[in-house]
Every structure is written in C-alpha cells, then in structure tokens.
C-alpha cells in the first residue's frame, strides 16, 4: 500500500487481485460448506432408503425388487427436493434450476442404471446388487474431485464397500450392504457437523 | 475512482466481510466462520471486535440449549462499504490491465 497525492491509500494490482482471489477462495469455501451443511441431512435420509432398498432384496423376492427401489427413488428425490429447499439461506433466494437439475440427474441415473441391466443382463443376483453402490460411490467421487473433497472420501468408502462386500460376503450381499448403509449415515452426520 | 476501504483491507476483515457477505443476510456461527476463514479463536475475536467498532458486522450472543453461541450478520452499512471495497479492487486492476 501507499499514500496517492490527496493522501488516501492505494493499492497495486497485484495486491487487489490477490484480495480480489481471497474473496473469491473465501466465498468458495462458504459454499462448499454450506453444500455440506445441506448434504448432511440428504445423505442421512439416503442411507435409510439405501437400507430398507437392500433389506428387501433380501428378504423379498426378486420380482418385488424393482418397483421397491423405483419407489424408494421416488421418496428419496423428493424428500432431497424438501431438504435442499429447507437448508437454503431465507434470503438466498431459490437457487436457479435446481429442481429440474435434481430431477433430471435422478432420472438420468435411473435410466442408466436401468439400461445396464437391460444391456449386460447379469444373471447373478449378487451383480445387480453391487451396481448400485458401485454407481453411487463413483458419482460421490466424480462430485468430491470437481467440487466438494468430502464426497471423494465417502465415494471412495461406499465403493470399497460394495466391493469388500461382492468379494468377501457374496451369500449375504443385500444385508452387508443394507448394514453399509450405517456408513452412509455416518458420513451424512460428518457433512452436516462441520 | 471509489477508495480502498482501510478497515475492509487487512486480510483476515476482507475475509470475514466476504464470508458474510456470501450469506445473503443470513448470519454465521463463530466456529463456521473460523473454519471458512481460516483463522485463530484469538485472531479471529480480534478482528471482529474491528468490525463492529466500524458498524460493518453485528455480532449477536445467545445460548443453545446450555451452550453459548456467538453469530456475526453483516450490517446493511458493511454490506454497502464491502460492495464498494470490492469496486475499488476492481477498478485498481482494469485500471492496471488497460494501461498495460
């Protein structure tokens, strides 16, 4: 900094760029977090969802597997709409595009996950049961790269999860993965505290 | 051209004022804004008690439960002087860019 000739502070335009970049990392970080604040709740509310969806599996016959998680996915897209909505700053105004961002990723996935099947025809219960977490953990990683770190980490967990669980607990797959569903949770009460 | 603001500028303040600035009014917890800005307990206390001094943060004290809570919301004063310090540091470097 120094004195112009009416005596005010000035400043050099490295200095403002570098305050200019301190604002804009600050900001960055208080979003993320605020991201993680409102993730929290979300993924907790998944890990039940993720629970009950495996239990069933277990449980129930295979026909009963489909509509179960395609109404499961309908809850857990809504109720993710509600949280998100819940969590936003009164004044912040609704983020722009956000439910048709939310809903077209949901469908989008399903659609996918459901063409894999459709395509690759697994004829191992054990393999349709790990698609999903294998899916979820990779898309949690892709978000933890590009935007929030925490998700790298629970992406990761999920994954090594669900392969832990194809490889070593193969017989009781559905309730290893509805037990990894804790971790899930876990991880959401970790976004959220923070 | 607008002038630096000399409170705002000290790294820490600038800082905290953009924190609160990102929350559209709302205010943010001691323990958030010391892990969004990267600061001591100490430092942070500090650099508050500035602010407020210049009217640009309030700073509200209340308890959860039995736990004391501490929340800074930016006044509409800060919000103005904040907006105006980031023109300033804007301006200075357009102005540098057009000369070079």
Do not use: C
Not at chain 1, 81 to 86: E, G, I, Q, V, Y
Not at chain 2, 11 to 26: F, H, V, Y
Not at chain 2, 63 to 78: D, H, S
């Amino acid at each position: 900094m120094r004195l112009n000739r009416e005596g005010l502070m000035t400043i050099s335009r490295n200095d403002a760029a570098a305050a200019l970049s301190d604002i804009e990392n600050t900001q960055r970080r208080g979003m993320t977090l605020r991201g993680y604040r409102v993730g929290g709740p979300i993924l907790m509310m998944w890990s039940l969802i993720w629970a009950t969806g495996y239990l069933t599996m277990g449980l129930a016959p295979p026909e009963l597997w489909l509509p179960v998680w395609l109404g499961l996915d309908v809850v857990g897209v809504a109720g993710a709409l509600l949280l998100a909505r819940a969590g936003k700053p009164a004044g912040a105004g609704a983020p722009p595009g956000m439910t048709w961002r939310l809903l077209g990723g949901s469908l989008a996935l399903m659609i996918f996950a459901l063409s894999v099947f459709w395509v690759m025809k697994p004829t191992e219960p054990a393999a349709a049961m790990a698609f999903p977490g294998l899916l979820i953990g990779v898309i949690y990683a892709v978000v933890g790269f590009w935007a929030a770190p925490r998700y790298a980490v629970i992406g990761a967990l999920m994954f090594g999860l669900t392969l832990v669980g194809y490889v070593l607990f193969r017989p009781w797959l559905p309730f290893w993965m509805a037990a990894a569903s804790g971790a899930l949770f876990l991880s959401g009460v970790w976004l959220w505290r923070r | 051209m607008a002038e630096s603001d000399d409170i705002i500028h000290q790294p820490l303040r600038l800082k905290i004022m953009a924190a609160l600035s990102a929350e559209k009014g709302q205010p943010l917890d001691f323990p958030r804004l010391k892990t969004i800005t990267q600061a001591t307990d100490g430092n942070l206390g500090s650099h508050l008690a500035t602010l407020e001094k210049a009217g640009y943060v309030a700073i509200e004290k209340d308890f959860v439960g039995k736990r004391p809570r501490t929340q800074v919301r930016l006044t509409a004063e800060g919000r103005k002087a904040f907006r105006a310090h980031v023109d300033y540091l804007r301006a200075v470097v357009e102005a540098a860019e057009d000369e070079g």
